[in-house]
């Protein structure tokens, strides 16, 4: 048997003689297709989200033709209903009857976390496109899981200390919905911002897919704190920005906070109620790079819209699928191969360069975003300042 490789190719030429069947078993291998299982949001509060990721991901296939390393690339999509227990079934279907290579997604913490066991005893990878949980790149690491949007503690934790230190802020109301993701995120800015001589005045947790935010806003005024820090997104991120604005806080308060409160659709909807609001995020359509640029132009060439951050994560989860492909030459059957693979992904990204930490988590820098008046009908996210570089979660301890 004789090996040859062709090294401006990413495919493994093979070259067998006398070994027919060995040939034939290769060429079958070959045309196996690889098969991703997106468990996303495409109904319910966040399905604008699960949209976005979902486009991403295949702008970054479509570049590659759905093929890499001579395996086509098939995505199944499945509506995970932002619920934990419908998660866990599409997990489970996806892993034990479609035989998926990768599981994309979700977006919501909690149902992230209900995932993680399955895809763990079950040796498929499981690629994070935005749930933050921390637990994933902590206590429970995985080396089946990997990250690429970021932790809840990332774009949160930075934005306390800048709060404090550079905008003098000392006082704030704190609010975010009740699930993992709205909890880990105000324990992070308040581990910031605390350290930094700051004062909770009030936390208030309403649930998940709240539409009336009245209550909370009378006791916000009542507390007359210097500062409101959120965190919403997808339709609760609309209706909470305009309520705010509504009751009159808008030119009281100011308005901060995780930048999924103004991003993508959000903002759009949200309009001129979102000027003026300042969050924290690994990425802004606005960045000056090229990379970026090219990357907001293809999307809206193809999808006919500006990508969002979400977008973005879809994105990076395809190339980095397909680096690692590239990597083994196509083959998903050795897992510690296809694990290392991924591990020691590098590539350009439009938030800046692509890496990840020990504990399978982006290392990226946090960026302070203003929404502003860009003219002509624009109302945009512009980066103002740089909160952290190259932040890395701290759980950096697992044993993978």
Not at 190 to 197: C, I, T, W
Not at 208 to 213: A, I, N, R
Not at 359 to 385: K, L, W
Request: aromatic share 10%; hydrophobic share 45%; with cysteine.
């Amino acid at each position: 048997m004789s090996w040859a490789v062709n090294p401006n190719r990413s495919t493994l030429a093979i070259f067998v003689v006398g070994l027919p069947m060995v040939l034939m078993s290769w060429a079958g291998y070959a045309a196996e297709p690889v098969k991703l299982g997106l468990v996303l949001p495409y109904s319910a509060v966040y399905a604008s989200l699960g949209n976005d990721i979902t486009n991403g991901l295949e702008l970054a296939l479509s570049e590659v033709n759905y093929q890499v390393a001579g395996r086509p690339i098939v995505v199944l999509k499945q509506d995970s209903q932002v619920s934990p227990k419908v998660g866990l079934q599409i997990t489970k279907k996806f892993i034990q009857q479609d035989k998926v290579d990768f599981l994309v997604g979700p977006v919501a913490s909690h149902v992230a976390n209900a995932m993680r066991k399955a895809a763990h005893d079950s040796k498929t990878f499981m690629i994070i496109a935005n749930a933050g949980s921390v637990v994933l790149t902590r206590e429970l690491c995985s080396p089946y899981i990997f990250r690429t949007s970021f932790s809840n503690w990332q774009p949160n934790y930075p934005m306390g200390i800048w709060m404090a230190r550079e905008e003098g802020i000392k006082r704030v109301a704190i609010l975010a919905p009740n699930y993992a993701a709205g909890r880990q995120m105000m324990e992070a800015f308040k581990e910031g911002f605390l350290a930094n001589g700051g004062e909770i005045l009030s936390e208030q947790y309403p649930a998940l897919g709240e539409s009336d935010f009245q209550p909370y806003l009378t006791n916000i005024a009542q507390g007359n704190p210097e500062a409101v820090f959120v965190f919403f997104s997808g339709a609760d991120a609309v209706k909470f920005v305009r309520q705010y604005a509504q009751a009159g806080l808008k030119d009281q308060i100011p308005l901060y906070g995780s930048g999924f409160l103004v991003e993508g659709k959000v903002l759009s909807a949200q309009g001129q109620a979102a000027v003026g609001i300042k969050t924290a995020l690994h990425w802004a359509d606005t960045m000056d790079n090229p990379v970026s640029k090219k990357f907001v132009r293809d999307y809206k060439a193809k999808f006919g819209e500006i990508p969002s951050l979400f977008s973005l994560q879809g994105y990076d989860t395809g190339h980095m699928i397909i680096q690692a492909l590239e990597a083994t030459g196509g083959d998903t059957s050795d897992k510690m191969r296809l694990r290392r693979a991924l591990e020691d992904v590098r590539f350009e990204s439009p938030r800046g360069p692509f890496k990840l930490s020990r504990s399978h988590n982006p290392i990226q820098n946090i960026y302070i975003r203003e929404v502003v008046n860009a003219g002509y009908g624009v109302i945009e996210n512009q980066i103002i300042a740089v909160a952290a570089e190259a932040l890395e979660d701290p759980g950096t301890g697992c044993d993978l």
